[in-house]
């Protein structure tokens, strides 16, 4: 055991002066104050840079395939009637949701913009007083179409309620109108209540869930259809409204998927004013899939987007195919969206900024480094002080 340490102590290269030997000044109990303050500092700076968490982007190519897209949507219409008001969409994939009614909600507004009541998205649904009023006239009631079906089905299809009359007119291609000379319209006083709403305006809220794949959503004026040729709009109360209906608007949030907070959305907050009746807005949207991996939850799967924007007037006209149709040369009034899918993907993985090895090795660079810096520099004090107390000796 004697011959071990012995052998072990030859190795010691940290040899230890004794202390008779060891000088102690003031101004090495400065120094070494000084550097201990110092340590601490820059220990406590690598402690909180090791546990500070830094995200990591990555760009891939998107594989997903068949997956749905979830729009959020909170959009205000100051100065058309949310029975005018109708929303749209449609993909290139053939898919088209006309008058959405799903996850949507509208609320009425008042010139001043305060909420009147909520409805669902509808240009005018089924009124259960409506059909209760028209059975009320008898079994053997049916309501004329007005020629707006086919000749086989005049003695069969009875239009009941001006709903079906609306129907009845849409699937035949022509505009309807206010209801004005429409028996049933003018029972359910539908004339009355289209002029008693012509000065609101309507909030649109809610969720939609598309294709993942090029589309569009749009609002606009009228019930909708498709003919063989394009997607059109019953204009006729729009257009013919004493009223000025026009489409300023105001996004106060549109955003694709779930929400996180590191996501900003670039039409939050947009605000546009016009004073012309037939003009046109369209925004162009860019989706960049994203997904979210953080340290300490579950990952999230969302989207981002970049969006370009134009506006423009349009000039009103008629159908030469549908002459009873009143539609938008050049374009239909209103706001549109387009959405184009990126190919690419953003992943974002958080992570440490450094590893615990790092940190070690950063704990080991400071302590050694800042003793090394006070053993030179007391010693340069030390020697100074030596040499001015020969002078004064001398």
Not at 24 to 52: H, N, P, Q
Not at 154 to 174: H, P
Not at 325 to 342: E, L, N, Q
Request: proline share 4%.
């Amino acid at each position: 055991m004697v011959v071990s340490r012995k052998r072990l102590t030859a190795f010691d290269g940290f040899s230890k002066t004794v202390e008779d030997a060891r000088v102690r000044t003031t101004s090495g109990g400065v120094v070494t104050m000084a550097a201990v303050a110092l340590i601490v500092y820059l220990l406590a700076s690598e402690w909180i840079d090791y546990r500070r968490i830094v995200t990591r982007p990555e760009l891939i190519v998107d594989m997903t395939r068949g997956e749905r897209l979830d729009i959020n949507l909170n959009v205000t219409f100051p100065t058309v009637p949310c029975a005018l008001l109708t929303l749209d969409v449609m993909d290139v994939s053939g898919e088209q949701q006309s008058e959405v009614t799903h996850g949507i909600i509208k609320t009425r507004l008042d010139p001043s913009g305060k909420a009147l009541a909520q409805e669902k998205l509808l240009l005018a649904g089924p009124d259960e007083a409506a059909r209760e009023a028209a059975a009320a006239l008898g079994t053997d009631y049916c309501g004329p179409c007005y020629g707006a079906v086919a000749k086989e089905e005049e003695t069969t299809r009875c239009c009941q309620t001006c709903d079906d009359v609306r129907q009845a007119y849409q699937e035949k291609g022509w505009a309807f109108g206010d209801g004005s000379g429409v028996e049933q319209c003018e029972r359910e006083h539908y004339p009355e209540k289209l002029k008693e709403v012509e000065h609101e305006g309507c909030n649109v809220a809610g969720h939609l869930s598309v294709n993942k794949v090029i589309g569009n959503f749009h609002f606009a004026p009228g019930r909708s259809y498709t003919s063989p040729q394009m997607h059109v709009h019953d204009l006729n109360v729009y257009q013919q409204s004493k009223t000025t209906h026009t489409f300023s608007h105001e996004i106060h949030h549109l955003s694709f998927g779930p929400y996180h907070q590191s996501i900003h959305n670039p039409l939050d907050g947009t605000k546009k004013t016009t004073a012309m009746r037939n003009f046109n807005y369209m925004y162009f949207v860019k989706v960049v899939s994203t997904r979210f991996e953080p340290l300490d939850a579950d990952p999230v799967e969302t989207n981002q987007y970049s969006v370009t924007s134009h506006e423009r007037s349009i000039m009103g006209g008629r159908d030469e195919d549908h002459p009873n149709t009143m539609h938008a040369r050049g374009g239909i009034p209103g706001v549109f969206f387009s959405y184009d899918i990126s190919p690419m993907k953003v992943i974002n993985h958080e992570e440490h900024a450094k590893s615990f090895g790092s940190f070690l090795t950063g704990v080991c660079a400071i302590v050694g480094s800042v003793l090394a810096v006070a053993a030179v520099v007391d010693r340069g004090v030390w020697e100074a002080d030596k040499a001015l107390n020969r002078k004064k000796a001398l």
